[in-house]
């Protein structure tokens, strides 16, 4: 079976930083594309970042410029680097993985992780 495990999660203030994981497990994702999504309470859940197989990545305009994602299939392991954080940050963040390439930012792949979460005070 398929397992994400998303770790890295916590309290930080705002204009720190933070770095997710999400590791998979009993299967090989060397090819899907992996992304980040997140949900604010009271919110729907939104999309974030994603990497495709041949590390093409696209992000939300809400996280351009502050957020990295990035990948290595080695372990596959997906990783959300999170810099300047402001506290429209704060959520529960979630691992997706399947297959195709950017378009998993609008039809996400069928496996997730638990979610981790973020919350940055002010």
């Known amino acids: 079976q398929v397992q994400l495990v998303e770790s890295g999660g916590g309290l930080v203030q705002a204009g720190g930083s933070l770095r997710l994981s999400c590791a998979a497990s009993?299967?090989?994702?060397?090819?899907?594309?992996r992304g980040w999504f997140r949900q604010a309470p009271g919110k729907e859940r939104e999309f974030v970042a994603v990497?495709?197989?041949?590390?093409?990545?696209y992000y939300a305009d809400s996280v351009k410029g502050r957020f990295t994602i990035s990948r290595d299939n080695a372990k596959n392991t997906v990783y959300l680097q999170m810099n300047s954080l402001k506290p429209e940050d704060t959520g529960v963040y979630y691992c997706?993985?399947?297959?195709?390439?950017?378009?998993?930012?609008?039809?996400?792949?069928?496996?997730w992780g638990q979610g981790t979460p973020v919350t940055v005070s002010s």
């Open positions: 990497i495709s197989w041949s590390d093409s990545t």
């Open positions: 009993g299967r090989t994702f060397g090819s899907y594309a």
């Open positions: 997706n993985a399947g297959p195709g390439a950017l378009n998993l930012s609008v039809r996400p792949g069928a496996y």
